[in-house]
Nanobody, 126 residues
Framework: QVQLVESGGGLVRPGGSLRLSCALS????????MGWYRQVPGKQRELVAI???????KYVESVQGRFTTSTDDFKNTLYLQMNSLKPEDTAVYYC????????????????????WGQGTQVTVSS
């Protein structure tokens, strides 16, 4: 079973930095893309950043130039480096992966599914 476990959230002052990590484990066959979302109470979950298996990235305009997403060489860990944090970045951050699994018969599941981490709180406040 695929699991995504996030870490690295916390309280930081405006202008500060945090790095979130998301560890992927399980019987993963093919990862198509991974991303970070955030959600504040009463609002819809928002896509923050996405990275393809080829390494191309896209960001929501509000974090462009401040946030950077990346993976390790084996794509087992997804990162979100957040710099110049603002109070409006306060939210619960979730990592997500769009992937297929290795089945019990040794094949590949289809179609790909979305898997989510449990979320980590980021609070930007003085």
């Amino acid at each position: 079973q695929v699991q995504l476990v996030e870490s690295g959230g916390g309280l930081v002052r405006p202008g500060g930095s945090l790095r979130l990590s998301c560890a992927l484990s399980g019987s993963i066959a093919t990862i198509y893309n991974m991303g970070w979302y955030r959600q504040v109470p009463g609002k819809q979950r928002e896509l923050v950043a996405i990275i393809s298996t080829g390494g191309s990235t896209k960001y929501v305009e509000s974090v462009q130039g401040r946030f950077t997403t990346s993976t390790d060489d084996f794509k087992n860990t997804l990162y979100l480096q957040m710099n110049s944090l603002k109070p409006e970045d306060t939210a619960v951050y979730y990592c997500s992966a769009h992937l297929t699994e290795i089945t019990s018969f040794g094949g590949e599941s289809w179609p790909p599914n979305d898997y989510w981490g449990q979320g980590t709180q980021v609070t930007v406040s003085s």
